[in-house]
């Protein structure tokens, strides 16, 4: 529902099983945490981590985050984001989130930047949204 995804409608449906998996390895991972927003009992949000199980990778976790337009600026975005970096501050393993944020976003760079992530990067033509090219920014978080 956003042009800021990395998918479109149809392309990202796991089954429920496929959900539960996925869900269940990232419980078991110590690098990964999976998290969603609620509001009335309704997911409006996701957020979550993945690392690498390579030694000299399992240090940084990718960050991803979605939250529904209808609860855009709304503080969900926000409260996920401490919640992930008060996760990764505690956890051993974890000494750095990075994240790709489309340059166009500018209210998740603007929060982004506002947690203290620093721009590392631009990552040009990285993604088509109605067959135009997007820019991506990289970003990163040391939280050691």
């Given at each position: ?21 996925f869900?269940a ?23 979550g ?8 990778l ?8 979605s939250?529904r337009?209808?609860?855009?600026r709304?503080?969900?975005g926000?409260?996920?984001?401490d919640a ?26 603007a ?20 067959d135009?090219?997007q ?10």
């Open positions: 529902e956003s042009p800021f995804l990395t998918f479109g409608p149809g392309e990202f449906e796991l089954t429920v099983d496929q959900e539960a998996d869900l390895q990232s419980e078991a991972t110590a690098n990964a945490l999976y998290l969603v927003g609620l509001v009335e009992g309704e997911i409006v949000a996701s957020s981590t993945m690392g690498s199980a390579r030694a000299r399992m240090h940084r976790v990718e960050l991803g985050m939250v337009q209808a609860y855009w709304q503080g969900i926000a409260a996920l984001l992930i970096i008060d996760w990764a501050r505690a956890n051993p393993v974890v000494t750095k989130l990075d994240l790709q944020v489309a340059t166009t976003n500018a209210g998740a760079v929060l982004y930047l506002k947690k203290g992530f620093h721009k590392e990067g631009a990552l040009r033509k990285q993604m088509m949204v109605n135009v090219a820019d991506l920014f990289h970003m990163g978080l040391d939280v050691e």
